[in-house]
């Protein structure tokens, strides 16, 4: 593969003086039409040590308008982001729609390098090239531009421009020991980087090679790419955007008629009729209370993180479970984020960007009153996803989910169970009752009458999301000390089986 590109592209001074003014004027048309469009520009720069990649990041900033820019390069990660998983930094500076982002040595550095230096083998290699064509294609299938440039030199080309570079006091800081033992290495990079290429260039994301001896060609190639890029989509309807492939969600095939599981969802198979009297609750409660405060703060000696993510059905009692579950814990050590409709920062990204960025540190606990659940039961009854996007979200976030599992995360599930009946009961009585009317809106009333879709999409959900690593944990809620005790049990268990291991 790399063999023609070694063959090397020249551009004469006088060419690349012709040619720069009308592309210059063309990326700043185009980045202006860009911001109202509904999709963000990802550009990825990888490739051989000196080959261009930061002059390339530069040339587009001072060609084009920098305020609506977005660079990130990636070094050794900090103790923060090691603290949580390896993909987290990158959603964090994920672009939002309408803007371009650069990103050098990113997502493809630490697969590339730990191949080369032979700390990873073959197959540890492809899981991690998979890892990144899913984090790429849930980008794409997002509605994401996706623009890759492995900008390459020959090992004869790469030695001249390291010493060009360390021969010049203004450019020496830029050639380390790190770059000449990659040198030293240089055949078995571009063998890690020829499999890379080839398992992740895809019709959603492409590499485009990108010969970087002469550096005016590459300049231009990078910029005619990119504009041409950009031209293309902006002319495209959003149908006709390119797909990543879709692996089949787990589970069973999506049945059309509610009313056929009617009788029959997992929700509906529970007992609903279990309860504990209020003896039996508050010294059962206050019993697993007190292992969840041993665990935790060993947890947080230990840096073990836990993510609790609560979905159940309107007055199902999430509030009051969470609340007996922070209770037991130190308020340094947790947070609560509960999870309304988007706001527009969280609108110009994918859906999954605003959860990625609330993971915590390593040690605390994050609960989630509604999750990324929602693309899955509200945005898909209310018609807010379309089918094809709360469809794959199904994958989405199972390898959402894998990854905070990978990661050492201790995930609980727990979807809070009703009936229909006590769900009515609960809403009379908050209308009857003054300091719980702000609890009743018009859209709970407005959810019930959806009763069979909602059970549908939460059978479907559970049936589709539920790991072996990361299960639901289904709650019967209608006694609500039942349902508390149940949580909190659950958590305490889960994070001394967690310790267990260590």
């Not at 390291?162 to 790190?178: D, G, I, R, Y």
């Not at 407005?446 to 539920?466: F, I, K, P």
């Amino acid at each position: 593969m790399f063999e023609a590109a070694e063959l090397g592209q020249a551009v004469s001074k006088a060419e690349y003086k012709e040619q720069v003014p009308p592309l210059r004027q063309s990326l700043l048309d185009l980045q202006q039409k860009l911001r109202r469009a509904d999709f963000p520009v990802i550009v990825l720069f990888a490739g051989v040590d000196a080959a261009g990649k930061g002059e390339a990041a530069n040339l587009l900033n001072a060609w084009m308008d920098p305020r609506w820019l977005l660079t990130r390069a990636y070094s050794e990660s900090s103790q923060e982001e090691r603290e949580r998983p390896e993909f987290w930094r990158y959603w964090r500076d994920l672009p939002r729609r309408g803007r371009i982002g650069l990103f050098l040595s990113a997502w493809y550095s630490t697969p590339v390098v730990e191949q080369a230096y032979g700390k990873s083998d073959s197959l540890t290699f492809d899981r991690q090239l998979d890892r990144v064509v899913a984090f790429e294609g849930d980008l794409a299938n997002d509605g994401a531009l996706i623009v890759k440039f492995w900008m390459h030199l020959g090992k004869r080309a790469q030695k001249r421009r390291l010493k060009k570079l360390a021969s010049n006091p203004l450019t020496s800081w830029q050639v380390t020991e790190t770059d000449w033992e990659h040198w030293k290495l240089y055949d078995r990079f571009a063998e890690a980087g020829e499999r890379a290429i080839l398992r992740t260039s895809t019709g959603a994301a492409p590499w485009t090679i990108v010969e970087g001896e002469d550096q005016r060609y590459a300049s231009l190639k990078v910029g005619l790419t990119l504009r041409d890029a950009i031209d293309r989509r902006l002319g495209q309807p959003p149908s006709a955007r390119p797909q990543a492939l879709q692996t089949a969600a787990a589970g069973p095939e999506r049945v059309e008629n509610p009313s056929m599981l009617a009788d029959k969802t997992i929700l509906s198979s529970l007992d609903m009729g279990v309860m504990l009297s209020k003896e039996e609750y508050t010294e059962t409660l206050r019993r697993y209370q007190g292992r969840l405060n041993k665990a935790q703060r060993e947890a947080r000696a230990q840096g073990i993180s836990s993510l609790l993510v609560f979905e159940g059905w309107d007055a199902a009692g999430k509030g009051g479970a969470i609340r007996r579950v922070t209770s037991a814990l130190d308020a340094r050590d947790y947070e609560v984020h509960q999870t309304a409709a988007p706001s527009d920062e969280e609108r110009s990204h994918h859906y999954l960007w605003r959860f990625w960025r609330h993971l915590g540190r390593a040690g605390r606990v994050v609960i989630f009153d509604r999750s990324w659940y929602g693309r899955v039961l509200v945005e898909r009854v209310e018609g807010f996803a379309t089918e094809a996007e709360w469809m794959r979200a199904y994958g989405e976030i199972t390898d959402f989910e894998d990854q905070l599992v990978q990661h050492g995360i201790v995930l609980l599930k727990f979807w809070l169970h009703i009936t229909p009946e006590e769900q009515l009961q609960r809403f009379r009585d908050r209308e009857d009752t003054p300091y719980k009317r702000w609890k009743i809106t018009e859209e709970d009333w407005r959810n019930r009458a959806r009763w069979a879709d909602y059970e549908l999409a939460g059978h479907d959900m559970v049936e589709r999301t539920s790991m072996q690593a990361a299960p639901w944990t289904l709650v019967e809620a209608n006694d609500k000390r039942f349902a508390r005790v149940k949580v909190v049990q659950t958590f305490a268990e889960s994070l001394e089986a967690a310790l267990e291991k260590r």
